[in-house]
Nanobody, 123 residues
Framework: QVQLVESGGGLVEAGGSLRLSCAAS????????MGWFRQAPGKEREFVAG????????YYADSVKGRFTISRDNAKNTVYLQMNSLKPEDTAVYYC????????????????WGQGTQVTVSS
């Protein structure tokens, strides 16, 4: 069982940056692929970025490629999402999620979820 807690959301102007963190409980964090998803009002939850258990592999949605960077520190049981050049369309609740095995891009492939953190980008 893994429990996930996100932090780092907030209000930022367009073009600004934020770094989200997701702290995981448990001693097997390094076995889990981690993903970041987001959900805007009235829209479905969408994949943003994923990272393999070791951190060697990453994958991004086209909409954030080149602007967002996912990373992890297995010694600290934490996964990060560095978000640069933020746009108003990045406004959403951001969730981290975990699953055993490899990166996946569908939300139903992830068994463990955090409570979400709000990111609001003003124009």
């Amino acid at each position: 069982q893994v429990q996930l807690v996100e932090s780092g959301g907030g209000l930022v102007e367009a073009g600004g940056s934020l770094r989200l963190s997701c702290a995981a409980s448990g001693r097997t964090f390094s076995r889990y692929a981690m993903g970041w998803f987001r959900q805007a009002p009235g829209k479905e939850r969408e994949f943003v970025a994923g990272i393999s258990p070791s951190g060697a592999g990453t994958y991004y949605a086209d909409s954030v490629k080149g602007r967002f960077t996912i990373s992890r520190d297995n010694a600290k049981n934490t996964v990060y999402l560095q978000m640069n050049s933020l746009k108003p369309e990045d406004t959403a609740v951001y969730y981290c999620a975990g699953r055993l095995s490899t990166i996946a891009t569908y939300s139903y492939d992830y068994a463990y979820w955090g409570q979400g953190t709000q990111v609001t980008v003003s124009s």
